[in-house]
T-cell receptor
Framework: NAGVTQTPKFQVLKTGQSMTLQCAQD?????MSWYRQDPGMGLRLIHYSVGAGITDQGEVPNGYNVSRSTTEDFPLRLLSAAPSQTSVYFC???????????FGPGTRLLVL | AQSVTQPDIHITVSEGASLELRCNYS??????LFWYVQSPGQGLQLLLKYFSGDTLVQGIKGFEAEFKRSQSSFNLRKPSVHWSDAAEYFCAVAPEGYQKVTFGIGTKLQVIP
């Protein structure tokens, strides 16, 4: 198993550009989440999904969209990037309640 | 809504010394509690978790944590620290049902010879 994979590893965007951060898992996990990590703020939940076709907002959802058309993939879309979205983004997945949450290696995003 | 406080942003310990990282949470009922470790440039790895039952939880890499309901705490301990334990440690809390996980701001551990 590859576990949780994220692409790209690093991306530079200009303000106003759009992009999609990819996240995939090959463990057949139902639950998937997106977090952003900023210095001094820990990880904050952006969006999460409890299964294909089901998504919900986390703590900081503004400026981000998600969809979950398959169990394996959970892309995060930035519609119009802003400098405040400069961060490291982590995707995570787990099988079900009370199971371990596995994190991807992260995507480092810089918005100029 | 739940919240987590890690009062120590940075801790330095000598190799071989004992370690305790503090974590306090705020949640109305019995929460799910976690400790994660993050090495530089890496994702997070779960050290241990508490859902119910025995309040002393054993994890990987020789770590343990104790859930104390009366103090709303879930402190992480290790009897003897190794240089490879230098990393950032995050405490996290989730409500029963485990839908939304809230992380603390992290404690950066430095290990000196």
């Amino acid at each position: 198993n590859a576990g949780v994979t994220q692409t790209p590893k690093f991306q530079v965007l200009k303000t106003g550009q759009s992009m999609t951060l990819q996240c995939a898992q090959d463990m057949n996990h139902e639950y998937m989440s997106w977090y952003r990590q900023d210095p001094g703020m820990g990880l904050r939940l952006i969006h999460y999904s409890v299964g294909a076709g089901i998504t919900d907002q986390g703590e900081v959802p503004n400026g981000y969209n998600v969809s979950r058309s398959t169990t394996e993939d959970f892309p995060l879309r930035l519609l119009s990037a802003a400098p405040s979205q400069t961060s490291v983004y982590f995707c995570a997945s787990r099988a079900r309640v009370q199971e371990t949450q596995y994190f991807g290696p992260g995507t480092r995003l810089l918005v100029l | 809504a739940q919240s987590v406080t890690q009062p120590d942003i940075h801790i330095t310990v000598s190799e071989g010394a004992s370690l305790e990282l503090r974590c306090n949470y705020s949640y109305g009922a019995t929460p799910y509690l976690f400790w994660y470790v993050q090495s530089p440039g890496q994702g997070l790895q779960l050290l241990l978790k508490y859902f119910s039952g025995d309040t002393l939880v054993q994890g990987i890499k020789g770590f343990e944590a104790e859930f104390k309901r009366s103090q709303s705490s879930f402190n992480l301990r290790k009897p003897s620290v190794h240089w490879s334990d230098a990393a950032e440690y995050f405490c996290a809390v989730a409500p029963e049902g485990y839908q939304k996980v809230t992380f603390g701001i992290g404690t950066k551990l430095q290990v000196i010879p």
